[in-house]
Structure formats: C-alpha cells, structure tokens
C-alpha cells in the first residue's frame, strides 16, 4: 500500500522549534515532500528530499529522512506565526507520476 | 511567471448540474496534474497529462469526469451530472518534462460546493 501517516495537531510557541512528523510505506519512493497550505489557498512546496539523502537543510528547515523506519520529519527553526498553516509530507515512488499525501498537520503557533 | 492559475476559485451548483474547470499551468511546463481534496484530508491524485496527451487516470475518476489539455497548454476538468459527493476542492499542479518531473507546483484550486 501507500499510505501517508501524520499526526493530526502540533502547538508551539513563537520563537520555538517545531517537528512534524511522517511516516511512508512505499520503500520505492524516490522523492519525499513537504508542503505547506494556509486557509482557503493551493499547496506551496516547501522542500523536498532525494531518498538517498539523510538530510537536507534550507534556511529555517531541515529536513530528515530515517529509510530503514521510513519516518521523516520536517524542523522549522525559530516558528513565527506565520508559520501557522496545514503541513502535508508527500511521496513519489519511482516509476510513477502522482504525489500520494499524508493527511496533514495542523501546526498552530502561539504567541 | 506567474505561477499555476486556475479559474473559477469558487464554485456553487446545483446537484445533477455539468461544471468545468481550467487550469494554466506555468508556461514551460508541460507535465500537468489535476487532485482532489476534501475535508480534514490529503490531495489525492486524478489524473495526469504530458503534453496534450492523458496518460494516468485514478479509479477515482469516474465516468462523469473527463478531463482534457487539446493543446498542450491550459488544461479543463469538467463533471457531468454533478453530486454532493463531488464537493471538494480541485487543485491543478505542472512540472518540468524532464530533469525536473518531482517538483510538483500546485495551483490555488477551485472550491466546489455541490448544492
């Protein structure tokens, strides 16, 4: 199967870190995807990472990938309010054309 | 570049009622995708077109969708027979043809609202 796991909510305060987490199934994955969506618009593609990679650092995101679990997890350093959205981790297996997307966490960040 | 443009944002019809939807992918793409999304849930993905030419279609796209791209550009997405179960909200995405397919961009998405 190819199912995307997240957990649901995470809370931070403003200026902490935040981890959100993921879990695939497909070990034919080639590319693994963060993406983020406010309220009412489209996805914005945050990063993504080559599935020979442990980690990939961008900014105020770093991203890391354990295979042999297949876990990934997307830290945002420093989180803002503006940070506050829906965060969907994504995967593309090898040989095929569609992203399959977790369900998304809901990150809230209080002041 | 202005980025993947899709037009109406929002939708509101009647059940039994035809609706379509377009889709401008950004303009050196020439991989287009069209996704699902509902409620408290993922995108999940419909169908998928290099050039004018559709070449994946999920199970979930049943008979009343059809989904076209004549000419290689702009994409539409149309559903006969509308009903409620199709309220959701339609995203479009293009890629790169080649060096790089992975990086999906999505559009702003039309919200359906099936009434």
């Known amino acids: 199967g190819e199912d995307v796991e997240q957990s649901l909510f995470l809370s931070v305060r403003e200026g902490d870190s935040s981890v959100i987490n993921c879990t695939y199934t497909d070990s034919s994955s080639t590319y693994l995807y963060w993406y983020k969506q406010e309220p009412g618009a ?6 993504y990472i080559f599935s020979n990679m442990d980690m990939k650092q961008d900014q105020r995101l770093t991203v890391l990938l354990n295979k042999k679990d297949k876990h990934l997890s997307l830290r945002i350093a420093d989180t803002q309010t503006g940070d506050s959205a829906i965060y969907f981790c994504a ?17 809230k960040v209080e002041l | 570049d202005t980025g ?13 009622q035809n609706v379509t939807f377009r889709c401008d992918p950004i303009s050196e793409h020439n991989r287009l995708y069209w996704y699902r999304q509902t409620l408290g849930q993922g995108p999940e993905f419909l169908t998928y077109f290099q050039n004018e030419a559709q070449l994946e279609k999920s ?24 009903e409620q179960g199709d309220s959701a909200m339609y995203l479009c995405a293009s890629s790169l043809g080649s060096g790089s397919v992975y990086e999906q961009y999505f559009g702003p998405g039309t919200r359906l609202t099936v009434t």
Do not use: C, M, W
Not at chain 1, 91 to 107: A, D, I, M
Not at chain 2, 4 to 13: A, F, M, N, W
Not at chain 2, 59 to 82: C, M, N, Y
């Open chain 2, 4 to 16: 993947v443009s899709q037009d109406p944002r929002h939708k509101i019809t009647k059940r039994g």
């Open chain 1, 91 to 107: 995967e593309y297996p090898g040989g095929g054309n569609k992203l399959t997307f977790g369900t998304g966490t809901q990150l």
């Open chain 2, 59 to 82: 199970r979930l796209l049943s008979d009343r969708f059809s989904a076209e791209r004549p000419k290689g550009s702009f994409s539409t997405l149309e559903i006969q027979r509308t």
């Open chain 1, 42 to 47: 489209g996805l914005q593609l945050l990063t």
